[in-house]
């Protein structure tokens, strides 16, 4: 996971200019940008004819991000989860998007949004709980264990988001990041000792 001195520095470039090196992803982060910063408000408030295509740009932006990183562990879903927060955390790190995320955002107005923008958040979030549940799948664990995980990770992901948008510190977040894993890396090993009891 990224560590206090790097969030701290990605943060700080936020007044400045950038003049490290650019990761493999920044073309998809400014594109990401680039989309949020023109529509960010109108998409997360359900406002606008083209709502709905922002929050599926917006998702494929992150979602490729999220699916390499939960891909790039197989066998390892404690280290696939601790990628898969990574993601969030470099995006709220990065000086060049916009603070927050636009599935929570959107999420948290569901009462006020359009009826095709509720179901396309909901949509959008249970493809992160499809693509988490097929990273802890190599698991011992049991159907309802996996999906109870998914949720919660995704949940978890979620709540970074919204707890920068709040003022969080980089410690902070880290911190929730780091005991969610410790959470799915308990529950998968309990789960491991439970199926070699029983045979």
Known sequence: MLGSGELTQRRGRR?????GAQTA?????KQGSDIVGQEEQHCARGRGEHGGQCLDRYASIYGAQYEEALAAHPGDPVRAVEAFFDVILG???DPSVPVGCLIAQ???QSPTLK?????????LLDTQRQRVHAALADSSADTRTLDEL???VVAVNQSLAVLSRAGASDAE???????ACTTVADTLARAASEHVAQG
């Open 173 to 179: 977040l880290r911190s929730v990041a780091r005991l």
């Open 25 to 29: 992803q920044e073309p998809c982060r």
């Open 115 to 123: 009826e095709e923008n509720s179901t396309q958040v909901r949509g």
């Open 106 to 108: 959107s999420a948290a």
């Open 91 to 93: 995006r709220i790190a």
């Open 150 to 152: 998914a949720t919660f």
């Open 15 to 19: 007044g400045g200019k950038d003049t």
